[in-house]
């Protein structure tokens, strides 16, 4: 009997994740249900040890876990989930019987433990799951509830708690030993390190040249078609026998590879040469080998194949990607969007190849539907692939939706489709070219031909690739139709050189597959582990390419020396082993940890070869974690954080950025020292370019004291540009309510700290200047701000056009701007410097513009600034896109933090709305009396409040149902 059917007339509480999945339901489950969000988690461990009661001390309250407890944890219900959880248990109150209907993963299944727990129900409980937000999906679900699986709930409770070990533990020796609130976790350092050690790859990279010959050659009859042209192309592939070296034969070091004895080396000579040889050869066909060619098609999507694909064609990161997915999802457009399958249910099969044969015709579909196994071990997260929902698919012209949202629906429907679809068949045929030179040397020329006699699966959907040199599988190379001994003349004989490329960087899809095939950390989790590398300034972005920062390396450098395990590649996937162990009982939860905080013999009931038998082959897999953390005394900070760049010059990172440094020649001393460019690429800082930097003039410019104070004024070169301040006089507080801040101001764009003055040093201090008086008394200023030089009246600014109009704009020239339309932007718009084409994207136009901080690109409506690699006069449209779309992935800047006060405030008012009529008359009364001395006093206490008030709040403040959903998820399941 379902539960339905037991209480009739009963109203029953379902509990999802986001508001914006409760609403879709809700229209699916009618009356007698209320559907109401838990936003997210509503419990976790506590973030601060102010969060843990007060009954709990010392390492307890620390960590948030009580290691010498069974490793219980301390759970709390979040700050601002405490007001959604009263209203759940009201709403529990009025209801006889509850629905947890939270995703059916570990970390769903762990939310709606936490909600029992929380809630404490006196009426029956249901575990109601579902893949797909569709009305027979629902229904379904709502009849056949199932009980709370108990050991997905252990499995992701030991996750979450050993990486608040790993995170609280680790982090703190950070802190200490490189830089104040850095982090370490259990999948992204080791993600760190992956980035870090691909570019040490490019860093002692050495670049080898190599030459071969490209041939034109003629089959000397006129083409009847294009499927049987003329000439063809073909390279040089042997000289006597011995196989001409190309890029694979050759090391990270430039030179040949051991073994390549049979493998012959040209240089430009070399090459040239023997293209005069072959001027006069007579060339034939020496083979001619032709081969079928199958290509099946690509598997449905699972959730790494899905980020990755939506990062080659669409442009999108992990993230933006997770957030699009789960707006479909909670929509009811696709199925759970986190998943290691690639399974299809039969109604999805059934649903895929009635749209083949609609789509297509009857000639593209398969006798028999096609089933894929999935290659992730351990694959669990949820029981299908990511797939249109429904039992018929939807084509995205009638689904309504539009721009991200569409895009990213079509590219999942297209590859569901097409993954019902035939086999592509066609030839794939190699042919061989020789001919004799004429110093007598034998020479051999490869050509090779793809030619795809029936599309099939193509026809829908070709798989991109993170090598933008490399060929997809829809391309077609057609080859002349010529027989063994036919002969061949060459029309042209061109010699080419090339140079070897460093190994490339990651992007965001390399990246997530290499974690996969590492089997490194669960694939869900892959977008926050790289929104958490970047916000923590581990890595940028260059384009699309992730590139390790120099603060990276010193931590990397950390971790490897002295907590090797903890990095080790093949410990990491051991112990996500150990941790599947858990969940699928065959391991317990308790002794495990035990062993991998406490150490070697700490915990029984343990599987042999798990992640605690696994280390570098240092000796450090023997200690526990503890153990690790507590004797720092062998860490020395300085060593961790330089870096060798020559004999005498070294990369240090310090607390305020990396810098270079020569020594002095004089033993104690400081040495000579110059900044590093925040943004710069580590393979990019060569032994010229440290010499260029602290060839620069640096350090503090004495220009004199001040006639007034008589303190001295200097220029210095700061990290956010050069400026002139002034040195207080010793014992000066420095700190508390009675601190004195010297007086500074930034140099203008025409001035260097070596040649700064004392007079315009004094100018520039005496900023920012009155102008005078408007009509009405209010004053008007200029200043020189982040944004260049403006003018001041009150709350309206307007932008000057140079520097030197702060010292020299006159007040009836100040009216005169005022008196003119404020422009959006410093001035009118001026035209293009260059224009593109039209997005991808956005299929608008692109063109490239100055602005105040350079130039940069814009398609109307997002607007991307160019890097300094970028030149205006070389840039071209596809990077042009390519900037525009990682400025999309960012998102927009949120301008909307400062509002979520007022409306807190509304929402208490409507809260207490007695109270407020009572006051209001009285409120307005006080208001008329009140001075204008009163008024600008109130108003900037209230600002102050406000401004207090979103601080404190500004984690709650609303964004979309879909991504603070996300966001509260995600933080339950980062590292610390």
Not at 66 to 71: E, S, T
Not at 276 to 287: D, H, P
Not at 415 to 436: I, N, Y
Not at 583 to 588: D, I, L, M, S
């Amino acid at each position: 009997m379902s539960p339905s059917s037991e209480t009739a007339h009963g109203q029953r509480l379902v509990i999802v994740e986001s508001p914006a999945k409760a609403k879709t339901i809700k229209g699916y489950l009618g009356p007698g249900y209320i559907v109401e969000a838990s936003v997210g988690h509503i419990r976790d461990l506590p973030s601060t040890a102010a969060e843990v009661p007060d009954k709990y001390t010392g390492e307890v309250r620390r960590l948030g876990v009580d290691v010498d407890h069974d490793f219980a944890p301390i759970y709390v219900v979040n700050a601002d989930k405490k007001s959604q959880v009263s209203k759940l248990k009201s709403l529990l109150a009025e209801s006889d019987e509850l629905f947890l209907a939270t995703d059916e993963d570990r970390e769903g299944e762990a939310i709606a433990w936490h909600l029992q727990q929380v809630l404490k129900p006196k009426v029956p409980v249901h575990r109601m799951v579902f893949h797909e937000i569709t009305k027979a999906a629902i229904q379904e679900a709502v009849a056949n509830p199932r009980e709370l699986n108990q050991r997905l709930v252990d499995a992701q409770e030991t996750r979450r708690i050993l990486d608040r070990l790993y995170g609280f533990e680790v982090s703190p020796v950070l802190w200490k030993k490189v830089m104040p609130k850095l982090s370490a976790g259990r999948v992204q350092s080791v993600a760190t390190r992956l980035v870090v050690e691909r570019e040490r790859e490019r860093m002692a990279f050495r670049s080898a040249s190599y030459w071969d010959l490209v041939g034109t050659f003629g089959t000397g009859r006129t083409a009847a078609d294009a499927a049987n042209p003329e000439n063809f192309g073909a390279r040089l592939s042997s000289v006597d026998g011995k196989r001409i070296a190309s890029g694979r034969d050759f090391g990270q070091d430039g030179l040949l590879k051991a073994g390549s004895t049979n493998t012959l080396h040209l240089d430009e000579q070399a090459a040239r040469a023997l293209a005069a040889a072959l001027e006069q050869t007579a060339f034939s066909v020496r083979g001619v080998e032709s081969k079928p060619y199958r290509r099946s098609p690509y598997a449905p999507f699972r959730t790494t194949t899905l980020q990755q694909e939506a990062s080659r064609k669409l442009g999108f990161g992990a993230k933006r990607t997770m957030q699009v997915a789960q707006k479909l999802y909670e929509n009811g457009f696709i199925t759970y969007m986190r998943t290691d399958s690639t399974t299809l249910s039969e109604t999805a099969i059934n649903a895929a190849r009635a749209q083949v044969t609609q789509l297509y015709g009857a000639d593209y579909l398969p006798d028999a539907p096609r089933t894929y196994a999935s290659k992730v071990k351990n694959a669990q997260e949820a029981h299908e692939a990511v797939r249109p929902s429904g039992e018929r698919f939807r084509t995205p012209a009638e689904t309504g939706l539009s721009g991200d949202d569409f895009r990213l629906y079509e590219l999942i429907w297209m590859r569901t489709v097409a993954s019902q679809m035939k086999d592509a068949v066609g030839q794939s045929v190699t042919v061989k070219v020789g001919g004799r030179a004429a110093d007598g040397r034998d020479v051999e020329f490869s050509a090779s031909g793809k030619i795809i006699t029936f599309h099939g699966f193509l026809k829908a959907y070709v798989e991109g690739a993170d090598d933008p040199n490399a060929e997809l599988d829809d391309r077609e190379r057609r080859l002349p139709q010529v027989t063994e001994g036919d002969p061949l003349a060459a029309e042209q004989l061109t010699p080419e050189g090339h140079a070897t490329k460093p190994p490339a960087r990651y992007t965001e899809a390399s990246l997530v597959k290499e974690l996969e095939d590492r089997e490194i950390g669960r694939p869900s989790t892959y977008a926050s582990i790289i929104d958490t590398i970047i916000g923590r300034r581990y890595v940028f972005k260059k384009g699309t390419a992730l590139v390790p920062s120099f603060l990276s390396f010193a931590v990397v450098n950390l971790l490897e020396k002295h907590f090797g395990r903890l990095v080790d590649y093949d410990f990491t996937a051991r112990m996500e082993d150990d941790l599947d162990r858990i969940a699928a009982g065959e391991a317990k939860s308790v002794p495990w940890l035990k062993r991998f905080y406490f150490g070697e013999g700490a915990g029984e009931g343990l599987v042999a070869g798990g992640a605690a038998e696994a280390g570098n082959g240092d000796g450090d897999h023997l200690g526990g974690l503890k153990e690790l953390v507590t004797d720092l005394g062998a860490i020395d900070a300085r060593e961790i954080s330089s870096f060798r760049i020559s004999d005498d010059i070294t990369l240090r990172v310090g607390r305020y950025g990396p810098y270079v440094e020569r020594a002095s020649e004089v033993e104690g001393e400081p040495g000579q020292r110059a900044d590093i460019p925040d943004e710069m690429p580590p393979d990019e800082l060569t032994v010229e370019l440290a010499e260029e930097l602290l060839a620069r003039p640096s350090g503090d410019f004495e220009l004199g004291p001040d006639p007034v104070s008589g303190n001295m004024l200097v220029a210095k070169d700061g990290r956010y540009g050069p400026y002139v301040t002034e040195i207080l006089p010793e014992g000066t507080p420095k700190t508390g309510k009675n601190a004195v801040k010297p007086r500074t101001a930034s140099l203008f764009k025409t001035m260097s700290p070596d040649t700064v003055t004392l007079d315009e040093a004094l100018k520039l201090l005496s900023l920012p200047r009155v102008v005078g008086l408007d009509q009405e008394g209010v004053e008007i200023t200029a200043q020189n701000g982040r944004y260049g030089p403006y003018l001041k009246r009150g709350t309206d600014s307007r932008s000057l056009t140079d520097e030197e109009q702060l010292f020299t704009v006159t007040l009836e020239e100040a009216l005169a701007i005022y008196a003119q339309p404020k422009l959006r932007g410093r001035a009118a718009a001026a035209p293009p410097l260059k224009e593109l084409g039209t997005d991808p994207v956005s299929e608008r136009p692109v063109v490239v513009k100055d602005g105040r901080f350079g130039p940069y690109v814009t398609d109307g409506e997002t607007n991307a600034t160019l890097r300094k690699d970028d030149e205006v006069e070389t840039i071209t449209p596809e990077r042009g896109y390519e900037l525009l779309a990682e400025k999309r992935a960012r998102g927009p800047v949120k301008k909307t933090a400062k509002k979520a006060p007022a409306k807190k405030a509304v929402a208490k008012k409507t809260a207490t709305k007695t109270a407020a009529k009572k006051t209001t008359a009285a409120a307005k009364t006080a208001a008329k009396k009140t001075t204008t001395v009163k008024k600008a006093a109130t108003k900037t206490a209230a600002a102050k409040t406000a401004a207090t008030k979103t601080a404190a709040t500004k984690t709650a403040a609303p964004k979309t149902a879909a991504s603070s959903t996300a966001a509260s998820k995600s933080t339950a399941t980062d590292e610390g």
